[in-house]
């Protein structure tokens, strides 16, 4: 198991008031080279999941693992060690450093992991930008920016890859472009990949997909078609008991307006 959750749960504070949990009781658990897809209207708790499990912020209550690492108890060292080589990131902004080539952002991330250099021309040969990597950041397009960012989380070949929306800034060519790259560059590394996407084809890609409502894991499915993701998302909660696998299905009543966020 690379990736696991018992009992996660997250609060925020408020101001003026008493923490708000966002997340609720979390279990998940995610093999070595599993593709897991997370999906969910927008404000279910996509985002708050992926950081609490990739060990970016701290469950409030219950464990997480890393590559058998409690997050929880680790040390900032060894949680720093974790980030930069056993787990790499794939956000919706891509965060590639502006005054640094193609070729430089990969290869900082290198040198942080102690990897040899050659590593970072290798990657982005992977993603097909082998003719890009003297490019600055503002010279490339979208899709070639998250490339690059894809390049620096698999140059140091880590077990676990989160990827928070990596195609959401993308139009829907290019984003499949960018998630076939994103599937093929794991496949032939065994790494995991876990997906947060409001893209119902692209999570229907998944070996596993987990749908999130209202901060809980509302269902599981295993190898869905788009349509049944689809049906899961958007399936009315039951106002007063759980609905299945559901602990509390507070706040149900604003499942409604959420509904336009996923796309078909
Ligand atoms: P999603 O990614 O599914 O759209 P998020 O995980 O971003 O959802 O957010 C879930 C809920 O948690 C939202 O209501 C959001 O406003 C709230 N939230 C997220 N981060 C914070 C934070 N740092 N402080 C307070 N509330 C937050
Ligand atoms: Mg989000």
Redesign the pocket.
Known sequence: MIVSSTGLTKS?PQLGGPP?E?LHSIDVSVRDGEFVAIV?P????????LHCLSGLERPTEGRVEIAGIDTARASASALAKLRRATVGFVFQSYNLVQSLTARQNVALQVRLAKMPAARASEALTAVGLAHRENAYPAYLSGGEQQRVAIARAIAVEPRVLFADEPTGALDSVTGDAVLAILRDAVARRACAVIL?THDLEAAARADRVLV?RDGSLYRELIAPTPAQILEAVEAPLPAAHGAPGVAAAAGAATAGPDRGAVRP
């Not at 927008?42 to 999941?49: P, Q």
């Open positions: 925020f708000v966002i969910g927008s404000g279910s708790g996509k985002s708050t999941l947060v999130l």
